[in-house]
């Protein structure tokens, strides 16, 4: 199989965030080239076998080594309406200060900003597509947060896309 193409930040659709900016990377066209996540596109890139996506199941523990208290799973609903998030690593945690917690629903987060997930996920899902979000949390308090964010999609092991696999790094300012 040939490589895939890398798209850089200039070639994904951009969607201007009050506190950041999200980008879609259609997967059609090709994947993301970004630095700081190339172990887990490459690792995504590895597991795709060009036509049905991986599913959640495909990624072993092993697989995330130093990505382990950075990651999230969530888990979507048939129809898309609402998620909940099934894993969440305590950095990822920590760095949004308790407004999400392993087990919560999306609908359920104490800021709309965590529920309007709910469309970008369903987004990810439906295109398919891979997301990144660059910018600070903006809200309780959390405002000081600079981080990005690499949201990856996977399917359920009928092959429906369900999965999100979220990848969380604060950045210095």
Sequence with gaps: MQPRPRLKLSQAETEPRQFGTSHVFDLNEGLPALDRFNDIIALFDEKWDGK?????LDYRFQ?????????????????LSDGS????????????GGT????SRLRDARTE??????????????TPAMGYFNGRLGYDGREHVNLEVLDIPA???????????????????
């Design 52 to 56: 049905t996506l991986p599913q959640r």
């Design 63 to 79: 697989d995330l080594r130093g990505w382990h208290s950075h990651f999230a799973l969530t888990e979507m609903n048939s129809d």
């Design 85 to 96: 998030f099934r894993i969440m690593g305590s950095n990822f945690a920590q760095l949004f």
């Design 100 to 103: 999400i917690t392993q087990g």
């Design 113 to 126: 900003r965590v529920g309007a997930l709910i469309s970008f996920f369903g987004r990810l899902l439906n």
């Design 155 to 173: 399917t359920d092991r009928h092959g429906e896309l369900r999965y999100i696999l979220s990848f969380a790094r604060g950045i210095r300012a």
